[in-house]
Nanobody, 128 residues
Framework: RVQLVESGGGSVQSGGSLKLSCAAS?????MGWFRQAPGKKREGVTC???????YYTDSVKGRFTISRDNAKNTVYLQMNELKPDDTAMYYC?????????????????????????WGQGIQVAVSS
């Protein structure tokens, strides 16, 4: 079973930046980030497939950038121009499926029932 460990969360003022990292214990195919704000459903943020192609949901396009270092089995999320609405618990996810995609508020893998592996979550708080 693949284990995921997130790091890099914290508090920042509106307009600021944070970078999240997620290290996987083994090689995986697609990796992604999801978030859940208090009282709201979990939503997709972004994913990156095994070829390095990235996808974003509408609310973060142009502000967030996902990248990966396959040698380190690690995915990163650079978050710029943060807004109070970005405040949430952020979860790293991974799957052996090599293809993923995002649309609306969802990110999915092409094969299987969804991302199989999940991190514990890390808090991001943006103050106005």
């Amino acid at each position: 079973r693949v284990q995921l460990v997130e790091s890099g969360g914290g508090s920042v003022q509106s307009g600021g930046s944070l970078k999240l990292s997620c290290a996987a214990s083994d090689r995986v195919g697609s990796m992604g980030w999801f978030r859940q704000a208090p009282g709201k459903k979990r939503e997709g943020v972004t994913c990156i497939d095994s070829s390095g192609k990235s996808y974003y949901t509408d609310s973060v396009k142009g502000r967030f950038t996902i990248s990966r270092d396959n040698a380190k089995n690690t995915v990163y999320l650079q978050m710029n121009e943060l807004k109070p609405d970005d405040t949430a618990m952020y979860y790293c996810a991974a799957d052996h499926s090599t293809v993923c995609g995002c649309a609306g508020t969802s990110c999915v893998v092409v094969l299987g029932l969804g991302f199989d592996y999940w991190g514990q979550g890390i808090q991001v708080a943006v103050s106005s």
